[in-house]
């Protein structure tokens, strides 16, 4: 069965680094996205990525982070400079459409920010 | 602005006893409610997608309902294997984005 895929599977970074975070989609999928779980929370929205643009983003996805499909594989997350609330783990998700069917979920990264 | 709350927040059966677990939302016109399941460290698999109200859909143990505020989760006759966080989320017509639930963690003994 095709899935997503995320790499590291753990980062630890010090506060005020930057660090990427990197998915492979479902190859025939279009549209990307990325969600963060902080530990014992819910799972929130950080961003959506359609055509090689943001087609929707939250307000958690601030100047510090960015999105970047620099192949025709990869998905990137930066965050240009960790805090220690970026701790988190950080997942991508890929759909063939936008809302059908359901929304594939990569294992995550979890990102430590020290 | 979308909501949903999950409950119970947390729900121990005994292997075979049967249960439901309930997610209310608000959206602004719903363009989807998902289930999802979760493992400890693991990202969200998904189980399914409602679409109107009076929709079903069932896999194996798990079938889910949907009305116009809510979605049941019936799962019959657990097994200790569906132990995990089953998760609500809606897309409304705002956008592409899931609003999640805090979820329902599951405990299923033997």
């Known amino acids: 069965e095709p899935e997503v895929t995320q790499t590291p599977s753990h980062q630890v970074t010090q506060m005020g680094q930057e660090v990427i975070l990197r998915c492979v989609p479902i190859s025939n999928h279009l549209y990307f996205y990325w969600y963060r779980q902080i530990l014992g929370q819910k799972v929130e929205f950080l961003v959506s990525?359609?055509?090689?643009?943001?087609?929707?983003k939250s307000e958690i996805f601030d100047d510090q982070f960015s999105v970047e499909r620099p192949d025709g594989s990869n998905f990137t997350l930066k965050i240009r400079s960790t805090k220690l609330e970026d701790s988190a783990m950080y997942f991508c998700?890929?759909?063939?459409?936008?809302?059908?069917?359901?929304?594939?979920f990569g294992s995550g990264t979890r990102l430590t920010v020290v | 602005e979308d909501q949903v709350t999950q409950s119970p927040e947390a729900l121990r059966l005994q292997e075979g006893e049967s249960s439901s677990l309930n997610c209310s939302y608000t959206v602004s016109g719903l363009r989807g409610l998902f289930w999802y399941r979760q493992d400890p460290g693991k990202g969200p698999e998904f189980l399914f997608t409602l679409y109107s109200a009076g929709e079903e859909k069932e896999k194996e143990r798990l079938k889910a309902t949907l009305t116009k505020k809510e979605s049941f989760l019936h799962i019959t006759a657990p097994k200790p294997e569906d132990s995990a966080t089953y998760l609500c989320a809606v897309r409304g017509t705002s956008g592409s984005r899931l609003t999640f639930g805090e979820g329902t963690q599951l405990t299923v003994n033997p």
């Open positions: 998700a890929s759909s063939g459409s936008i809302g059908a069917g359901g929304y594939t």
């Open positions: 990525f359609y055509n090689n643009e943001i087609s929707e």
